[in-house]
């Protein structure tokens, strides 16, 4: 079956950098678009970046030239790398990806989140 597995989220100060890896087990199809999104304390889940199989790339403006999305499609892997960080950054963040299933159709999976906490 298919999982999303995010790690590198954790604890930083202000300024400081955090890489997100989000690794897609179980698939035996291709991967269309991959992304990143994020959701704080009382907040709708909202969109960071997201990355499609030709490498093309959308930010949120307010992550806009902090943040770096990349994949490695060999790895089914998609990155995030988050630098000058700011409290606002704080959040669980969630790797998603557009797969397609046994049955030929495409589908969303979400993986289980990790915590990102920028302190001021």
Same mark, same amino acid.
């Given at each position: 079956?298919?999982?999303?597995?995010?790690?590198?989220?954790?604890?930083?100060?202000?300024?400081?950098?955090?890489?997100?890896?989000?690794?897609?087990?179980?698939?035996k199809s291709s991967i269309n678009t991959m992304g990143w999104y994020r959701q704080a304390p009382g907040k709708?889940?909202?969109? %960071?970046?997201?990355?499609?199989? $030709?490498?093309? @790339?959308?930010?949120?403006? *307010?992550?806009?030239?902090?943040?770096?999305?990349?994949?490695?499609?060999?790895?089914?892997?998609?990155?995030?790398?988050?630098?000058?960080?700011?409290?606002?950054?704080?959040?669980?963040?969630?790797?998603?990806?557009?797969?397609?299933?046994?049955?030929? %159709?495409?589908?969303?999976?979400? $993986?289980?989140? @990790?915590?990102?906490?920028? *302190?001021?």
């Amino acid at each position: 079956q298919v999982q999303l597995v995010e790690s590198g989220g954790g604890l930083v100060q202000a300024g400081g950098s955090l890489r997100l890896s989000c690794a897609a087990s179980g698939v035996k199809s291709s991967i269309n678009t991959m992304g990143w999104y994020r959701q704080a304390p009382g907040k709708q889940r909202e969109l %960071v970046a997201t990355i499609t199989s $030709g490498s093309s @790339t959308n930010y949120a403006d *307010s992550v806009k030239g902090r943040f770096t999305i990349s994949r490695d499609n060999a790895k089914k892997t998609v990155v995030l790398q988050m630098n000058s960080l700011k409290p606002e950054d704080t959040a669980v963040y969630y790797c998603a990806a557009s797969i397609m299933t046994s049955f030929g %159709v495409w589908r969303d999976y979400w $993986g289980q989140g @990790t915590q990102v906490t920028v *302190s001021s």
